[in-house]
Each structure stands twice: as structure tokens, then as C-alpha cells.
């Protein structure tokens, strides 16, 4: 499987966003019902990018 890479957000938010999307069905970002399970099955794939990827990672927080 290709290496993924995290978003830097909690697993409980992740979840939320979900939730929501499975409720709103946007377009554009909605391709299907994803359940928790196969995100938690997924969840371990995501890496953080290595330095020999050549990754130029900038972090910012999200007012809230």
C-alpha cells in the first residue's frame, strides 16, 4: 500500500467529520458511507512523512 500521510487532527474530530458527512453527503467530498471501523482499520497506514521524501511540512493551527 502507498505510504499516506496523517492530517495533524484528533481521531475524535476525524470521527465527527465523518459523521457529518455521512449525514450531509456533500458534493465534491462525499463518495460514500464510511463507517467507524474502516477508519480505525485505515488509521495505522497513516506516516508521517520521512525526511529523505523531501516533504517541506508547515504546520498552522486552525483558529477555533
Not at 20 to 44: C, I, M, Q, S
Request: hydrophobic letters at 30%.
Amino acid at each position: 500500500m502507498p505510504r499516506q500521510h496523517p492530517s495533524p487532527q484528533r481521531r475524535e474530530d476525524c470521527l465527527a467529520n465523518i459523521h457529518r458527512r455521512n449525514d450531509e453527503k456533500p458534493a465534491g467530498v462525499y463518495w460514500g458511507h464510511v463507517t467507524d471501523e474502516l477508519f480505525h482499520a485505515v488509521t495505522p497506514y497513516f506516516t508521517l512523512p520521512q525526511p529523505e521524501e523531501g516533504f517541506r511540512v508547515e504546520m498552522r493551527l486552525a483558529a477555533r
